[in-house]
């Protein structure tokens, strides 16, 4: 696929629990599909942001996720307990690994879906494929999208984000994630807006359950 080689190889790449091979792209989906049930069937996160997420927490580099099983370097295990956090390491999000894959991607769906739900609302509210990826991009970066009237959110935190303007948004990354949007949606880029979508069919990740 047209795509730069590091991110061709991300979004082809996997990671190995138990013995077991999961392809990120699959888990991705898996995400991707939870959100849509959570939204009974109203929106979701599309595949490529998920994925694109997860790659730019990586540096694109599918080995990092396999050392800490924390697919975007969240820093709270948001009660799972196979989250553990490096005593000699004190960067926010990378001083936690998952030591159970299946948890720390149980872990990550139920924050961005449920903790960002902003997110979600922001690709479906404007029509999804590219623009929406686009939005939906912003929206994560930005932790916020204008045009959000659902409830607001309190998620894995002791703090209520209304996430509808600047003064009530939750940021994932404190430094945002500029220049995802276009990353996502660039016309080279075939590996990640093809997948511009939800997934609304079970993907079937060996080990994995319905969240919702």
Same mark, same amino acid.
């Given at each position: 696929? /047209?795509?730069? *080689?590091?991110?061709?190889? &991300? ?5 190995? $629990? =138990? ?26 996160? /599309? ?8 790659? &730019?927490?990586?540096?694109?580099? %599918? ?7 924390? &697919? %975007? ?8 307990? *196979? ?8 960067? /926010?999000?990378?001083?936690?690994? &998952?030591?159970?894959?299946? +948890?720390?991607?149980?872990?990550? %769906?139920?924050?961005?879906? +449920? ?6 609302? !922001?690709? *479906? ?34 703090? *209520?984000?209304?996430? =509808? ?7 994932? !990354? ?28 079970? /993907? ?5 359950? =319905?969240? $919702?």
């Amino acid at each position: 696929m /047209p795509c730069a *080689s590091n991110i061709n190889s &991300f979004v082809n790449g996997s990671v190995t $629990y =138990n013995g077991t091979r999961y392809d990120l792209l699959a888990l991705a989906k898996w995400v991707s599909y939870q959100s849509w049930r959570k939204s009974g069937g109203l929106n979701g996160l /599309p595949v490529s942001l998920i994925i694109a997420q997860w790659g &730019f927490e990586h540096s694109w580099n %599918a080995g990092s996720v396999q050392t800490s099983y924390n &697919f %975007a370097y969240q820093d709270g295990t948001c009660g799972f307990s *196979s989250g553990v956090y490096d005593p000699n390491n004190s960067t /926010p999000g990378k001083r936690l690994r &998952f030591t159970n894959m299946l +948890e720390g991607i149980r872990s990550y %769906a139920k924050l961005i879906i +449920e903790g960002y739900i902003h997110v979600r609302y !922001a690709y *479906s509210g404007n029509g999804g494929n590219s623009a929406g990826a686009a939005a939906a991009a912003n929206a994560l970066s930005v932790g916020y999208w204008t045009g959000y009237t659902g409830p607001a959110t309190s998620y894995c935190s002791s703090t *209520s984000y209304a996430v =509808n303007s600047a003064s009530t948004r939750r940021l994932w !990354a404190t430094a945002g994630y500029n220049g995802m949007d276009s990353t996502i949606t660039s016309s080279n880029n075939t590996c990640l807006n093809t997948l511009h979508y939800i997934q609304k069919t079970d /993907p079937n990740v060996y080990g994995l359950t =319905n969240l $919702y």
